[in-house]
């Protein structure tokens, strides 16, 4: 038997929105960031699986049961006159973290842009998550230390929705 084992990368499937949600509340305990964690698998399942699906997932399983999830969805660079693609979310489970896991992941997304022409794979990664980034220079990114992430929602996205442009 030994120790190996089997690590399979799939596209999720309608049927893994239950999943997905679970996999997003446990990365939201790890981020500490669980109190954000609104989702529900209802609002997966329809932006993920419904007519226009705003993004992708990719399920990692290891000997056959989920281990961690990639969501993604397609950018567009103006200064390169082509899309590419962003990893909003990349997780493992932390028992099964150092196994290659995550690697496969990045890798399996790096050939999808690839093979779909993009011209840009990025992703932001929470400045105290040593791991991660140690984990992201190691597999050759870079950090843009130039560039801040800028954020409207909730109220302020409202509010700025509501000015007049005049």
Known sequence: ???AVDIRIRQARVEDAGQILAFIRELGEYEQLAHEVVATEA???EQLFGPQPAAE????EVDGKPAGFALFFRNFSTFLAQPGLYLEDLYVRPALRGQGIGKRLMIHLARLAVQ???G???WSVLDWNAPAIGFYRRIG???LQEWTVQRLTGDALRGLAGQPID
Do not use: C, D, P, Q
């Open 141 to 143: 990114a870079i950090g």
């Open 120 to 122: 840009r794979f990025e």
């Open 43 to 45: 609002g997966l399942t």
């Open 116 to 118: 779909r022409g993009y």
């Open 1 to 3: 038997m030994g120790n």
């Open 57 to 60: 997932v990719l399920i990692a």
